[in-house]
C-alpha cells in the first residue's frame, strides 16, 4: 500500500530519525506515532519504507504479507 502528500517533505538527514523514540517536528508532537504503527506492522510480519522530496512531498509504502490479509478478511 502506498500514501502520498505534495507537501513540504522530509529532508534525508531526518529520514534516519523517523520512529526514533520522541522524536518529532511538530510542536504539539509526541514522537511516539511512527513507533506505535511500525511495532503494530512488524509484528504482523510487514514493514514500512518512507520516501520523501523537499517540495515535493512523501510517500510511506506498507508492505503487509498475504497471509495477513487473508486472515484479516476471513475474521470479518
Known sequence: MRFSDNGCGISQELLPRL???????KEMGTGLGLLVSN?????HHG??????EINKGTS???????SLLVSFSLAR
Open 19 to 25: 520512529g526514533e523514540p520522541f522524536y518529532t517536528t
Open 39 to 43: 511495532k503494530i506492522i512488524k509484528d
Open 47 to 52: 514493514s514500512i519504507n518512507i520516501t520523501s
Open 60 to 66: 510511506p509504502y506498507l508492505f503487509i504479507f498475504e
